[in-house]
C-alpha cells in the first residue's frame, strides 16, 4: 500500500492535488520519497490504541481541512471513515487484498468477525470503493454489503522502467547465474 502511495503521489501532485498523509502505527519507511514527490507526511500517533488514532486523525483533519479522506487498510478504513462521518466529509476507500476471503492464522474466529462487522458498519459513511482487482471488488464488496454501483476496479500499475525483470540484461544476468541458456524454460513457484 505504502509503495502504491508513493507511486501515484507525484501524479495525483502534479494534477494540482494537495496531498497530506498521516501514518497511523509508525513513520512510514518511505516518507522521504513521499515529500519529494510534493506530499505533507504527518507524524503517527504517539500511544498505539485506536482512540488514540482516531483522535490523531480528527485533530489532523480539523488542521488540514481536507476536501476527502481517503483510506486504505483495515485501521485506516475504519478510523478514517468514522472521522470523515462525524466532520461530515466524503470518504473513499482502496480495498488492495481480500482480507475476509479466509480465515486470519492465528487470530480468533470471534475476533475476525468482530473487526469485520466494524469494518462493515463504518463502510456505510464511504460514498466510494477503488478495488485493485475484480476478486477483491467481488469478495470484499460481497463481505462488506457494499453495492456494485460504489465499486470501481482500477488495477495498480508500476512504471515499467523500475521494474527489473523488464530489463533483458536482468534476466541474462540472473539465467547467466542459474546456469540456464536463454531458451531453457524458468519457472518461478511462490
Known amino acids: 500500500a505504502e509503495t502504491s502511495l508513493a507511486e501515484m503521489a507525484p501524479h495525483l501532485v502534479g494534477n494540482g492535488i494537495g496531498l497530506h498523509v498521516l501514518p497511523l502505527k509508525r513513520p512510514l519507511d518511505l516518507a522521504d520519497r513521499l515529500r519529494c514527490g510534493g506530499v ?3 507524524a503517527p500517533p504517539r500511544h498505539a490504541r485506536r482512540v488514540d ?3 490523531r486523525v480528527m485533530k489532523t483533519a480539523r488542521a488540514v481541512r481536507p476536501d476527502l479522506i481517503h483510506t486504505t487498510l ?3 478504513d475504519t478510523i478514517g471513515r ?3 462521518a462525524a466532520m461530515r466529509l466524503p470518504a473513499s476507500t482502496s480495498w488492495v487484498n481480500q482480507s475476509y476471503a479466509t480465515p486470519i492464522e492465528g487470530v480468533r474466529v ?3 468477525r468482530a473487526a469485520q462487522a466494524l469494518d462493515r458498519a463504518t463502510c456505510r459513511f464511504a460514498g ?3 478495488a485493485v482487482s475484480a476478486v477483491v471488488a467481488t469478495e470484499l464488496g460481497a463481505a462488506m454489503g457494499v453495492a456494485e454501483d460504489r465499486i470501481r476496479v482500477i488495477p495498480r500499475g508500476r512504471e515499467t522502467a523500475q521494474l527489473q525483470f523488464q530489463s533483458a540484461e536482468a534476466r541474462a544476468r540472473i539465467r547467466n547465474e542459474l546456469g540456464l541458456t536463454a531458451s531453457a524454460p524458468l519457472v518461478l513457484a511462490v
Open 53 to 55: 488514532y482516531f483522535l
Open 40 to 42: 505533507q507526511v504527518h
Open 128 to 130: 466510494r470503493f477503488h
Open 82 to 84: 468514522a472521522v470523515a
Open 110 to 112: 470471534s475476533r475476525q
Open 74 to 76: 483495515y485501521d485506516s
